[in-house]
């Protein structure tokens, strides 16, 4: 199961929202738009956290608009994936937020063996898991990958 978290929060094209938009800008300070506010494009995209949008903070909403943004470029299977992790993403607290992008820093850091070994474990054991019943986000602790263990970094 660990390694199931730790894929899913890896490859998660929200992960990625730490490339795109981790530079504080002046237009941080702004508030960010309300889903009335949002362009017909922009809210048939967010749609899975629509009811949300407005409670969500403005730090995290400018890098959903930043990922969203990029939505239209993705692949069926990259804009499958954001959809269904969107709402899993919103609910995760900052702390665990920052620490799946920071996995997911380390995951793009292994050499490709490694990555194929994780994805390889990974595949074998979602393939003898029956589907599990849907858990609170705060369960679901991956685990660290081991830097050590990556000749690259050394």
């Known amino acids: ?14 992960a990625a929202l730490t490339v795109e938009g981790a530079q504080p800008s002046s237009k941080s300070a702004s508030k960010q738009p309300a889903w009335s506010q949002l362009t017909p494009e922009q809210q048939k995209i ?9 409670q969500i903070p403005d730090e995290q909403r400018r890098r959903i608009l930043a ?18 992790r969107l709402p899993e993403w919103k609910d ?9 992008r920071e996995r997911y820093k380390e995951f793009q850091r292994l050499p490709p063996a490694q990555k194929e070994e994780i994805k390889r474990r990974w595949v074998e054991q979602k393939a003898q898991q029956p589907k599990p019943e849907v858990q609170p986000v705060e369960q679901v602790q991956p685990p660290a990958i081991d830097p050590a263990a990556n000749p690259a970094s050394g």
């Open 46 to 54: 967010l749609a899975p956290i629509a009811e949300d949008w407005d």
């Open 92 to 100: 995760l607290t900052v702390e665990q937020r920052n620490l799946a």
């Open 1 to 14: 199961m660990k390694i199931l978290a730790l894929f899913i929060l890896l490859l998660s094209p929200l």
């Open 67 to 84: 990922t969203a943004k990029r939505y239209p470029k993705m692949t069926s299977v990259q804009k499958e994936r954001f959809t269904k």
